[in-house]
């Protein structure tokens, strides 16, 4: 069952902090890639393109694992392990820009029409982590 972020998760993962994804592939070996993530509410929204490996495995009902670590402290982290509740390619160059911008401060500049973004949502099933850490 879907869990809501508390207020302390919601603000550190407001910041631009790097995040790994965690997929697993058809071997049953675990693929990790570092993404940029935003919050839509209670959700993690990812952003792959159609080609990406670990994103074609994020279907609807999809089990992923995102953690986050606070670049000033490592001892600051967060692991989500959640399901895929959405996924389309409608609004994913918009959402790229968005993420660009709160990453990089700009507009993203490689924008592909042979091969497109994807938005997917992630709804969080279970929380850990040391995000009050000092």
Do not use: C
């Not at 994103?55 to 959640?82: C, H, Q, S, Y």
């Not at 709160?102 to 982590?129: A, F, K, N, W």
């Amino acid at each position: 069952m879907p869990i809501q972020l508390s207020e302390e998760m919601q603000s550190f993962l407001s910041q631009p902090i790097p995040a790994v994804v965690s997929t697993v592939r058809k071997d049953g070996s675990v693929q990790m890639n570092p993404i940029w993530y935003d919050l839509d509410g209670h959700r993690i929204r990812l952003n792959p393109t159609t080609s990406r490996r670990w994103g074609k495995r994020l279907d609807a009902g999809a089990e992923v694992t995102l953690f986050f670590i606070d670049p000033n402290n490592m001892w600051r982290w967060a692991e989500i392990r959640g399901r895929v509740t959405g996924k389309t390619q409608e609004g994913g160059e918009e959402h790229i820009d968005t993420l660009s911008r709160r990453y990089l401060g700009h507009d993203y500049s490689d924008h592909r029409t042979d091969d497109p973004r994807q938005v997917v949502v992630v709804e969080p099933l279970r929380i850990g982590g040391t995000i009050d850490a000092t």
